[in-house]
């Protein structure tokens, strides 16, 4: 069965703090996977990965695949009141004509100030 | 801006009495996605378009239907609301040619009383 875990489940931290956040799958035809950002309402686009051991970055936000070891984690430096939010990962399976996503659980983190 | 819209953002229907929810996206995307999304848990996807072409999830409910009359709008049809399917739906969409990423739209938070 497809999956994608994430952890952990929650995570608080205070401003000025660094986190990082994992997401490790076990899909069959993988294609990419994404990092998503979910306030209180939809979620918002960050990240596509697909080759392994390229950093993505955007402001304070950077991201990296492992295909060889399935994971993937999601960096925030310095972290500010406004990263608050659940941060969810999926996969793409199929990709081309059709696609959908396989989406992790999610982790919740909340920054305080 | 280009952008995938719901209508209505919040509705409020009774036990059994018909809802539909409509997304529209400026974006020309082939492919159009539905998910639903209950407190506290990661996307659901129902089902989703590609082109015309209709794509149902194995343990999507008969009760939800959908609706694409042409590449800009696609509805989400409840035929008989239950307290269980108050949820946020998203609606999403791709463009399957050049991306893997979904883009999703604000939701509409659906409450059955």
């Known amino acids: 069965e497809d999956k994608v875990v994430q952890s952990p489940l929650s995570l608080v931290v205070h401003e000025g703090d660094t986190v990082t956040l994992n997401c490790s799958y076990e899909?069959?035809?993988?294609?990419?996977l994404l990092w998503y950002k979910q306030e209180k309402k939809a979620p918002t686009f960050l990240f596509m990965l697909t080759s392994s051991g390229i950093e993505k970055k955007s402001g304070r936000l950077s991201s990296i695949l492992d295909k060889k070891e399935l994971f993937s984690i999601l960096n925030i430096t310095a972290t500010q009141t406004g990263d608050s939010a659940v941060y969810l990962c999926?996969?793409?399976?199929?990709?081309?004509?059709?696609?959908?996503?396989?989406f992790g659980k999610g982790t919740k983190l909340s920054v305080k100030p | 801006d280009a952008m995938v819209i719901q209508n209505p953002r919040y509705q409020v229907t009774q036990f059994g009495k018909p809802v539909t929810l409509s997304c529209s996206q400026t974006?020309?995307?082939?492919?159009m996605y539905w998910y639903q999304q209950k407190s506290s848990q990661a996307p659901k996807l129902l089902f989703h378009?590609?082109?015309?072409?209709?794509?149902n999830e194995a343990d999507t409910p008969d009760n939800f239907q959908s609706r694409r009359p042409n590449t800009s709008f696609c509805f989400l049809d409840i035929r008989s609301p239950g307290l269980g399917d108050a949820a946020m739906y998203l609606c999403?969409?791709?463009?399957?040619?050049?991306?893997?990423?979904?883009?999703f739209g604000p939701g509409t938070r659906l409450t059955v009383l």
């Open positions: 899909v069959t035809n993988f294609r990419s």
């Open positions: 999926a996969t793409d399976l199929y990709g081309g004509s059709q696609g959908n996503l396989i």
């Open positions: 974006l020309n995307h082939n492919v």
């Open positions: 999403a969409t791709r463009d399957s040619l050049n991306t893997d990423t979904q883009y």
């Open positions: 378009y590609y082109d015309k072409d209709f794509n």
